[in-house]
């Protein structure tokens, strides 16, 4: 069975950084592509990011694009996301997850079988 760990998040002030991890557990770990998503308390969850550990190509949701940057080291088995001049808005508990479909480079949750456990962040002013 494939487990997901996430972590990496913490406290941090507007235009500030913190770089997430999501180590891959249970499966061979290039056969899937794994994706971030974020939720706030009455939200619907959304995608952020999302990464082939086939081909490493990625995908940024719009609201991130140009800030957040997602990587995969294929020996460690962990995907990170490295998010950078961070907004109040970005605030939220992150997800990773794990589909296999690895050619497909998206965040539809359908696409997704395996989720870790969040890790939160905060960004204050």
């Known amino acids: 069975e494939v487990q997901l760990q996430a972590s990496g998040g913490g406290s941090v002030q507007v235009g500030g950084s913190l770089k997430l991890s999501c180590a891959v557990s249970?499966?061979?770990?290039?056969?899937?592509?794994i994706g971030w998503f974020r939720q706030t308390p009455g939200n619907e969850r959304e995608g952020v990011s999302a990464?082939?550990?086939?081909?490493?190509?990625?995908y940024y949701a719009a609201s991130v694009k140009g800030r957040f940057t997602i990587s995969i080291d294929n020996a460690q088995d962990t995907v990170y996301l490295q998010m950078n001049s961070l907004k109040n808005e970005d605030a939220a508990i992150y997800y990773c997850?794990?589909?296999?479909?690895?050619?497909?480079?998206?965040?539809?949750?359908?696409?997704?079988?395996?989720w870790g456990q969040g890790t939160q962040v905060t960004v204050s002013s």
């Open positions: 997850a794990a589909g296999e479909h690895p050619y497909y480079t998206g965040t539809s949750e359908g696409n997704y079988a395996y």
């Open positions: 249970g499966h061979s770990f290039d056969e899937y592509i």
């Open positions: 990464i082939s550990a086939v081909d490493d190509s990625t």
